[in-house]
């Protein structure tokens, strides 16, 4: 009885380290940060014209729990119109003169590729002639935070992809050039050949015709 007993509260020391092992695991699993990235697009703006930023998260599993980005641009050659927040969060285009402030906040996590918002800036230059280097928009972050439930954990970010706003216009594609008519229904080489043959025929109808004429004279002498 007594190397039962033995034996029993040996197994129960090994399970009871096997759970402190396996809870330690998780806990470790459950705290350990995520990475992640963020990004704002480029646009072009014509001159005196309107053009929106996309500002971007991508964090895998569990996902952004809650975000807040500052967005800095130069007010001497871009204007804040609006500005729309994406999933559920606010946006503040009037933050500072330089800033507009982008937050908000997901329960279940926002995972992948994910527009936070986007924002609508006016161009300054009402020229092209007025029209200055691109406009840099940098990306602050305060917090960026996963969605890790009871215990959320701060995202490294492994790519922080700034932008610029430029004034301009965006290429035009060149159009796209048909066959060309002459009047005859015709692409221009069926027209061509057209005109061969209508010349070929003409220069048979003179054939005849002096042909013709040289009967007539031999039956007149």
């Known amino acids: 009885m007594k190397g039962l007993k033995t034996v029993r509260l040996g197994l129960a020391g090994i399970l009871a380290a096997a759970l402190v092992a396996v809870g330690a695991f998780l806990v470790v699993t459950q705290v350990s940060a995520v990475s992640g990235t963020l990004s704002i697009s480029s646009p072009t703006i014509a001159p005196g014209g309107q053009g929106q930023a996309d500002l971007r998260s991508n964090v895998p599993a569990p996902g952004l729990g809650a975000w807040t980005v500052d967005i800095t641009y130069d007010p001497a050659q871009v204007s804040v119109a609006s500005c729309a927040p994406a999933q559920g969060g606010v946006c503040n285009p009037n933050f500072a003169a330089t800033q507009v402030r982008i937050t908000g906040a997901s329960a279940n996590g926002l995972i992948g590729d994910t527009s936070l918002g986007t924002i609508t800036f ?62 005859f229904g015709g692409s221009s080489s069926e027209s061509s050949f057209g005109w061969l043959i209508m010349g070929l025929g003409g220069a048979g109808l003179a054939a005849l015709a002096g042909f013709g004429a040289l009967r007539l004279r031999s039956k007149a002498a």
């Open 122 to 183: 006016n161009m300054l230059a009402a020229t092209a002639a007025a029209c200055g280097a691109p406009s840099p928009l940098t990306l602050t972050t305060n917090v960026f935070a996963d969605a890790t439930i009871g215990d959320p954990q701060p995202i490294t970010l492994t790519s922080t992809t700034n932008g610029t706003v430029t004034c301009g216009t965006a290429a035009t594609p060149l159009p796209t050039l048909g066959p060309t008519g002459d009047g």
